[in-house]
């Protein structure tokens, strides 16, 4: 008996020890050196960054791409969202927009698509921050239009160079690592000769727009003694100071020029904000605000650079223009209060709060849809029109519900008159009306970068971008 037992455990015990290594997860495999798309130099293991660029080779991941074989995506296989772990930010702003309950959800600061719910709307595409979601048939391939480019980022216009979210790559610390590599070029060019001879009065390169990117290009022009300008169409940092929300997140520590190692990990925007405009008087940044850079002329010497009523020349110009355009601006009192905002990337913030959406065009009234799914918020609508005729059945269908349900009050043929604090001012159809308001948004239209990009002869490619860390 004694014998039996003793077989038995001991049977029992090979059994659990064999399944014990079973499902103990396979040995990692061992992480392998890999080499830099842009100078092929191995990057040795554990280092992020690559040796002799000086920046993450992710950086490259766009450039380095293939340019797709057809403009138009595969047709075969059912479309569905999916998330780039390695590009999200966790800020929910593709969730809230989602029209399919449980397509999306957050798990974590993750957001995970269920493929077998998701229909493939596309809203959280549009609504992605970051440029972390895409539409797929089912292949790991994000297709995205961008400006075509170098290693350097300079595009298809020699001298020309386009960084950041304008060329494609959204977060923080991408920006910064592309307005340092273009500005870099920028001054190996003239180090070796090869830039066009100009008079004193012409700038080595004017960069347009003052975000992580072009603020990073000025940086390294005060470090390599480039002369420059900034010219930012709003205030200096003007992206980060109209983000609704107040967290942000740098997943990782990135290195400033002249400032040193960046590391935000959830830390708000105003804090963000206060180092920038420490480092922009630190280094004294020559910002002009309220430039709008209208156009780009080529000259045989560099370029015009134009904005309204001046002329910029300057033999080497990178734009970091970010991919929100220049938004139309509703032009009254009150609109340069930080309550006033030209698009929503993250309804939830607004939940709750009493709401004014100006415009009566689709993005005006999917913002207002977006918002009045909002628990607990007041949505207004203005709108100068008789009606909402110009706007998708789909989008008139769903405004109909929501204005049947009392979760949006449209005010057709008004006119917003004055923005303050607590309040906003309207003539509506004649009438006079003041409407207690905690924020503005102003959805009337405005210049996509891509039409400024076609006017200044930036060609654009459709790039496939395979993705290890899709989540569909
Ligand atoms: C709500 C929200 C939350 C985000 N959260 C995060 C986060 O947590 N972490 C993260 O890493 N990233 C986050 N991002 C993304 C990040 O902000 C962008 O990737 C980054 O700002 C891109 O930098 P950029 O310099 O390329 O462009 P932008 O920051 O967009 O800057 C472009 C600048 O150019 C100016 N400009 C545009 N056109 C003209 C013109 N014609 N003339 C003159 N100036 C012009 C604009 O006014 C703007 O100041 C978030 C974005 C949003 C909208
Ligand atoms: S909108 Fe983009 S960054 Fe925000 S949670 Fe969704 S995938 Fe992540």
Redesign the pocket.
């Known amino acids: 008996m004694l014998w039996t037992t003793l077989v038995f455990l001991g049977f029992t015990a090979l059994l659990v020890a064999l399944h014990v290594r079973r499902s103990r997860p396979a040995a990692a495999a061992a992480p392998r050196a890999r080499s830099c798309p842009r100078c092929r130099v191995v990057v040795p293991v554990g280092a992020t960054v690559c040796p002799k660029c000086g920046v993450p080779p992710q950086v490259f991941e766009v450039v380095a791409a293939p340019v797709a074989a057809s403009a138009d995506a595969p047709a075969s296989g059912r479309l569905h969202a999916a998330v780039r772990s390695d590009v999200c930010?966790g800020?929910g702003a593709c969730v809230s927009v989602c029209p399919e309950p449980g397509a999306m959800t957050m798990q974590g600061k993750l957001a995970v698509v269920d493929p077998e719910i998701c229909k493939g709307a596309g809203e959280c595409v549009k609504a992605c921050?970051?440029n972390g979601v895409f539409l797929t048939t089912g292949a790991a391939v994000q297709r995205v239009e961008v400006p075509e480019v170098n290693f350097d980022f300079e595009s298809n216009v020699p001298g020309i160079f386009v960084v950041?979210?304008?060329g494609g790559r959204?977060?923080?610390?991408n920006?910064i690592n592309e307005g340092k590599l273009a500005a870099e070029a920028v001054s190996r060019r003239l180090r070796s000769g090869t830039a066009p001879a100009g008079s004193a009065l012409v700038h080595d390169v004017v960069i347009?727009?003052?975000?992580?990117?072009?603020l990073s290009a000025a940086l390294t022009c005060v470090d390599l003694g480039l002369r420059y300008v900034v010219?930012?169409?709003?205030e200096a940092a003007?992206?980060i100071r109209r983000?609704?929300?107040h967290k942000?997140?740098?997943a990782e520590p990135v290195h400033m020029p002249v400032y040193g190692d960046l590391w935000v990990a959830d830390a708000s925007k105003e804090t963000l904000l206060g180092i920038w405009q420490n480092v922009i008087a630190m280094a004294g940044l020559d910002i002009r605000t309220g430039?709008?850079?209208e156009d780009v002329r080529r000259e045989s010497w560099g370029f015009h650079v134009v904005t309204p009523g001046a002329s910029w020349p300057t033999r080497h110009v990178i734009l970091?223009?970010?991919r929100?355009?220049?938004p139309r601006k509703a032009g009254v009192p009150g609109e340069e209060l930080s309550k006033v905002f030209y698009e929503v990337?993250?309804m939830e913030e607004f939940a709750g709060r009493r709401v004014l959406v100006v415009g009566g065009g689709d993005s005006a009234v999917e913002s207002a849809l977006g918002l009045a799914r909002q628990r607990g918020t007041t949505v207004h609508l203005s709108y100068r029109g008789e009606s909402f005729a110009r706007v998708k059945d789909r989008n008139r269908a769903k405004l109909e519900e929501e204005i049947a349900a009392k979760r949006v009050v449209a005010l057709l043929r008004s006119t917003l008159l004055e923005i303050g604090q607590a309040s906003v001012r309207l003539d509506v159809a004649g009438e006079i009306r003041t409407l207690p308001n905690d924020d503005v948004i102003v959805r009337i239209g405005g210049e996509p970068p891509t039409a400024?990009l076609d006017r200044v002869g930036v060609r654009r490619v459709v790039k496939e971008i395979a993705v290890s860390g899709a989540g569909a």
């Open positions: 930010v800020c921050p970051v950041g979210e304008l959204g977060l923080i610390k920006a347009v727009g003052s975000g992580p990117a072009g010219l930012e169409q709003g003007e992206s983000y609704p929300r942000l997140l740098l430039q709008k850079v970091a223009m970010g929100r355009g220049s990337a993250e400024f």
